[in-house]
């Protein structure tokens, strides 16, 4: 596999189950990104994990609870999610920090 | 706070036109802006890169320019194809001090339609 992949690519789950996404990036990076893109809106930042260790939380609500076991694989979290949280979420990796982002395809999810 | 717009959100354009898609940013203090694309539900794809310290890049038919002191960034497409067809984003890194944040700020994007 090259560059950035991510699973499930589409998840349906209820509000109370708890369920991960997977992203993981063959590039060699040192940085790893969280984006949500909902309709409508600018992609919204999430979490930026640079080396193992977690930069930035954007205001992100509790619900989402990111995991970067190395810097290969990121994780994304998810428990008691809301209807408002469908959305596609997109990891990216980059060489370092701001260095010219890849993005995987994405996981589509959609809370009932 | 960073804000970045693009203009316009939709275009529809004959296979051939040559065409621009402009984006525009309050802060012009930015480490690096770039230009994706990305199909219908699919992930992004990286066009072009350019550093605040450079006017332009070029890659194949893509040209993209910037000038930063007017928070300008425009992304010229030649001799459009129907496989231009896409969502264009902007985004922006912004500058930190001297280091850059690492975070991407993005427009809304602007919706490509080239008809054969």
């Known amino acids: 596999e090259t560059g950035v992949t991510q699973t499930p690519r589409h998840l349906v789950m209820g509000m109370t189950n708890k369920k991960s996404l997977k992203c993981e990036q063959h590039?060699?990076?040192?940085?790893m990104y969280w984006y949500k893109q909902s309709a409508k809106k600018p992609l919204e930042l999430m979490f930026v994990?640079?080396?193992?260790?977690?930069?930035e939380n954007n205001s992100v609500p509790s619900r989402f609870s990111p995991e970067c076991p190395n810097s290969s694989h990121l994780f994304l979290h998810l428990h008691t999610l809301q209807p408002e949280d469908s959305a596609l979420y997109l990891c990216?990796?980059?060489?370092?920090?701001?260095?010219?982002?890849?993005f995987g395809p994405g996981t589509r999810l959609t809370v009932t | 706070k960073q804000e970045v717009t693009q203009i316009p959100a939709a275009l529809s354009v004959p296979e051939g036109e040559n065409l621009v898609l402009n984006c525009s940013f309050t802060?012009?203090?930015?480490?690096?802006l770039q230009w994706f694309r990305q199909d219908p539900g699919k992930g992004l794809t990286s066009l072009l890169l350019?550093?605040?310290?450079?006017r332009e890049q070029t890659s194949g038919r893509l040209n993209a320019s910037l000038d930063k002191s007017s928070g300008r960034s425009t992304l010229y497409i030649a001799a459009s194809q129907p496989g231009d067809s896409a969502t264009y984003l902007c985004?922006?890194?912004?500058?930190?001090?001297?280091?850059?944040?690492?975070?991407?700020?993005f427009g809304q994007g602007t919706t490509l339609q080239v008809k054969p």
């Open positions: 994990y640079n080396f193992k260790e977690q930069t």
């Open positions: 350019i550093q605040s310290s450079q």
């Open positions: 802060d012009s203090a930015i480490y690096n």
């Open positions: 990216a990796s980059s060489q370092d920090l701001g260095m010219g982002e890849y």
């Open positions: 985004a922006v890194v912004n500058l930190w001090g001297s280091s850059n944040t690492g975070k991407l700020i």
């Open positions: 590039l060699g990076h040192n940085a």
